[in-house]
């Protein structure tokens, strides 16, 4: 199943357009799982046992994955296993080189870590997206308009980032190209919608970064009223690192849930 037909369902199944991220960071690790070898591979499992039923996708920023050498690679390798085959899973690595090098890191992403999307680097062109592009039944998320005070450096002047969109309207051709946008940029969230029409956007900055939820639901919707993957990271998997971080992290999660279907409630749909 391609990855847009897996988010539907998942999204229809949960009644959720939410993403949680995996970024999961030692630190902040309850400590009953600082006994387990891994300890990673185990909080990761809670966190997918107790929220399955809640999300219509997973994101893993494969930094906090590599940034602890071969215990973390095989962490993703175990979790991005465990995560139940009906919900697609998000590989958060923002590639893109020429194209000889590109199709290495797009093997890696879509045949080794079997992640269902891949977030990709729109800097150095078409020709580093295209061997992203060439997996039909993946989805590649572009970088469209970032969440970090760093956009305003390159992103905004000029409004690049709506070049950014018209090029993902243009790569759209298979149905498997999409939008990465700030939560922090709600109001460009819907000149980015216009511009790349019913593609699908994933937006992270939700929670920790303090983007406005309510806005980015009215303006990121597209004219089915889908095509919105909400990421939440931080204020979701460290919501607790206390004896009851279960029913906290399960609470959290209900509340992002909750909060975006009534922002969805509120939008006319086709
Ligand atoms: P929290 O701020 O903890 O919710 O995490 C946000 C996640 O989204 C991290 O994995 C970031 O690397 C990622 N992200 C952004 O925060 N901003 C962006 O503009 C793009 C991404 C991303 O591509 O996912």
């Not at 006994?35 to 219509?56: K, S």
């Not at 199709?103 to 269902?116: I, M, Q, S, T």
């Not at 849930?257 to 749909?269: D, F, K, S, T, W």
Request: proline share 4%.
């Amino acid at each position: 199943m391609n990855f847009s037909m897996k988010l539907r369902e998942a999204s229809e199944r949960n009644n959720s357009l939410l993403c949680i991220g995996l970024d999961t960071d030692l630190e902040y690790v309850p400590r009953k799982f600082l006994m387990e070898t891994n300890p990673i591979v185990y909080f990761n499992r809670a966190i997918i046992d107790i929220t399955r039923n809640l999300v219509c996708a997973y994101k893993l920023n494969l930094a906090f994955y590599e940034s602890l050498g071969i215990p973390g690679i095989d962490a993703l390798r175990r979790t991005v296993k465990y995560i139940p085959k009906d919900i697609p899973v998000i590989g958060d690595a923002k590639r893109s080189d020429i194209s000889n090098s590109a199709r290495h890191y797009a093997k890696a992403l879509f045949e080794v870590w079997n992640f269902d999307a891949a977030t990709v680097n729109p800097y150095m062109g078409e020709d580093a997206i295209q061997p992203f592009l060439e997996y039909r039944d993946k989805t590649v998320f572009v970088l469209c308009l970032t969440s970090n005070k760093g956009a305003e450096d390159f992103q905004i002047p000029d409004k690049l980032y709506l070049k950014v969109a018209h090029k993902i309207k243009e790569w759209n051709v298979y149905n498997n190209c999409g939008a990465v946008v700030g939560a922090t940029h709600p109001d460009q969230v819907a000149e980015i919608r216009k511009a790349i029409e019913d593609a699908t956007m994933l937006v992270p900055g939700i929670g920790a970064q303090k983007g406005d939820l309510n806005k980015v639901v009215a303006n990121g919707l597209n004219a089915s009223c889908e095509g919105l993957i909400i990421n939440v990271s931080r204020g979701i998997i460290y919501a607790s690192t206390g004896e009851q971080f279960e029913e906290d992290i399960v609470k959290k999660t209900v509340e992002y849930r909750e909060a975006i279907n009534l922002a969805r409630g509120q939008v006319r749909c086709n």
